[in-house]
């Protein structure tokens, strides 16, 4: 039995086949074309699947980037991707390609993926993408926490001060903050400490926060700001996160994703 494994993006599908021990045997990148509405974007998923279906596959796991009903199979809201609220994803694409279909939302089923992959021996893990802006995903005891209206995970919404995190910490505040129009035109080796300070004392406070409120063995970062900007400050953060932490009997366990195609391999463990 092989499984497909898709994550969509604003901008991109990709789409990834498995062998039943879980190795890649065919991969396939498309535009989105979100901007070209709702038939279209389903028209390119539908015709990602079509090419890397064959007559051994029998899964499909879907990654979406937004708001996401897991047990009903529905698109609440996918910010990046309009035109699908309440849609009901699932029963579309099982009656169109006939396979057995589960969704989930894509920060989520990255911390699966990293979980199941690198950390196989924790009860529980924090996975948190710093992307555009925030998501996050936390597995216990091997599973995804969906909460009581699969919403568990938005702590990038949490407020510091006043202000949602991921307004400080993610891409689209760091850019405005350092005068940069893509955090890959910093030179972090020559980054002003000055500006620095806020964005790295509310990552740090923030982190602390999530310590107290999950008592995770570990917290992993993925996402593009994630890995390319604050993995350059990861002992810096440590030390600040567990700073704040003396005197309790827990200390920050902090890792940065090397997981390639998170979303996807997630995707494919909605069936494990």
């Known amino acids: 039995m092989k499984t497909i494994g898709l994550d969509v993006g604003g901008t991109k599908i990709l789409g990834i086949r498995f062998d039943q021990a879980g190795k890649v045997e065919a991969r396939l990148k498309v535009s989105t074309e979100s901007n070209k509405g709702r038939d279209q974007v389903l028209g390119n998923l539908l015709g990602v699947i079509e090419k890397l279906k064959d007559d051994q596959v029998e899964n499909l796991g879907l990654a ?34 006939g396979l057995k279909i589960k969704i989930g939302n894509d920060a989520r089923l990255f911390a699966l993926a990293e979980q199941r992959v690198n950390f196989a021996k924790s009860n529980s893990a924090l996975g948190i ?106 002992e810096e953060i440590i030390n600040s996160v567990n700073k704040k932490l003396a005197g309790y009997p827990v200390e920050l366990n902090l890792q940065f994703s090397n997981l390639e195609n998170a979303g996807v391999v997630g995707a494919r463990f909605l069936f494990e």
């Open 64 to 97: 979406l980037p937004g708001f996401v009903d897991a047990d009903k199979g529905v698109i609440k809201k996918l910010p990046n991707v309009p035109g699908l609220e309440d849609f009901d994803i699932v029963n579309f694409l099982e009656t169109k390609t």
């Open 129 to 234: 993408i710093i992307g555009t802006g925030v998501g996050s995903g936390f597995i216990l005891n091997g599973n995804i926490y969906k909460g009581a209206h699969n919403f568990a995970g938005e702590i990038g919404h949490q407020c510091v001060d006043g202000n949602e995190v991921e307004s400080i910490i993610a891409g689209k505040g760091l850019e405005a903050l350092f005068e940069v129009t893509d955090l890959s035109d910093l030179d972090l080796s020559k980054i002003d400490e000055v500006k620095l300070e806020r964005p790295l004392e509310v990552l740090s406070q923030w982190l602390t926060n999530q310590v107290f409120a999950f008592d995770p063995d570990v917290i992993v970062i993925g996402g593009g700001a994630g890995i390319h900007f604050w993995a350059h400050f990861k």
